[in-house]
């Protein structure tokens, strides 16, 4: 039936250290991902949006982090971080509260903004207990 393509549906998870040279890591892997995939529409943001997501993993936890990337058969790229805290993460403050000069508190006001959902959930990797934030950008 013309117009009923499927869409290919995959899953990539990179686990990484505590460490924020791994946000860079994540990013790279992230363009290349979504590069070799078709999607460089939804590179820039979201590699902002999963910066945002792994450096918060790395910066507020001691443990081990994880970025998963995946493609549902609808169309919709899920981006989520992982991290060995359970606590929810603070609530987003909007970004007209934040200010220009400040390097902290923008990072869920930016995934707010620019994702077109965004939550966690609670999640176990490496036997410990954790959470995944996570955020959704609609593929056109």
């Not at 117009?3 to 990179?14: A, F, M, R």
């Not at 992230?30 to 918060?56: C, F, K, P, Q, Y």
């Amino acid at each position: 039936m013309p117009g009923s393509e499927s869409i290919e549906s995959w899953d990539y998870t990179l686990y990484i250290p505590n460490d924020l040279r791994a946000v860079t890591v994540c990013r790279r892997t992230l363009r290349l991902i979504l590069t070799m995939h078709g999607l460089i529409g939804l590179v820039d943001t979201a590699e902002l949006l999963a910066t945002e997501l792994v450096s918060n993993a790395v910066r507020h936890t001691k443990g081990p982090a994880a970025l998963r990337v995946r493609r549902a058969p609808e169309g919709v790229v899920w981006i989520g971080a992982w991290d060995t805290d359970p606590a929810p993460p603070d609530p987003p403050r909007p970004l007209e509260q934040v200010g220009e000069a400040e390097e902290e508190g923008r990072g869920l006001g930016l995934v707010t903004a620019c994702a077109d959902y965004w939550g966690w959930r609670p999640s176990a990797r490496f036997g410990d207990q954790g959470k995944y934030v996570w955020c959704e950008l609609v593929a056109a």
